[in-house]
């Protein structure tokens, strides 16, 4: 899809419905960006939803010049900054959720590799620096283009490539220490 500038382009004449189609093809993504930089899901969810807000009532801000995904990530990315500048540090202990339903068809023991492979690779990206995992995150996970993720970090596409170079340079390292759990 076009990222959402179709429906749009059908929610500015009129079709109500197409605005649901680009909330439920980005929303979950929007969400998930936003988290990178709150650490804090319901935040994110927050964030998110104000990002929609403001494309439903600034509805003609958005131009067309990039993808209506890119724009969502910038606005997005702004509001995630700007919260992090005004929240105030209260620490919450979260509840574990137990998400037992697939014991049935997975072993206990596949369960605890895909955890530990999950826990790697997590801690792994945390090791490197905000700018690294955020175009990681833009490139790898959102399939977003070099251009693309740029504007949403506001860099140049060089920057962003270096930075890419550089986080999978330090990945190898790190990696190359529980690497083999990976396999």
Do not use: P, W
Not at 41 to 51: F, S
Not at 127 to 154: G, P, Q, T
């Amino acid at each position: 899809m076009d990222n959402g500038a179709g429906s749009y382009r059908r929610f500015l004449d009129g079709d109500e419905s197409a605005f649901d189609d680009i909330m439920k093809e980005l929303f979950d993504k929007l969400v998930f960006f936003i988290d990178r930089y709150v650490h804090d899901i319901h935040a994110a969810e927050d964030i998110a939803i104000d990002t929609f807000s403001d494309l439903v009532v600034n509805k003609h801000r958005y131009n067309f010049k990039v993808t209506l995904k890119t724009y969502l990530f910038m606005i997005g990315r702004s509001r995630a900054l700007n919260y992090i500048k005004h929240r105030k540090r209260i620490d919450f202990a979260e509840l574990s959720e137990a998400d037992n339903t697939e014991d049935d068809i997975h072993s206990l023991e596949e369960i605890i590799l895909a955890d530990e492979r999950k826990r790697i690779i997590n801690n792994a990206l945390e090791s490197l620096s905000e700018d690294m995992r955020v175009a990681i995150h833009l490139i790898y996970f959102e399939n977003l283009s070099y251009d693309e993720a740029a504007k949403v970090m506001k860099k140049n596409r060089k920057q962003v490539d270096n930075l890419l170079y550089r986080a999978k340079k330090e990945l190898r390292i790190i990696l190359g220490k529980d690497g083999e759990l990976l396999l």
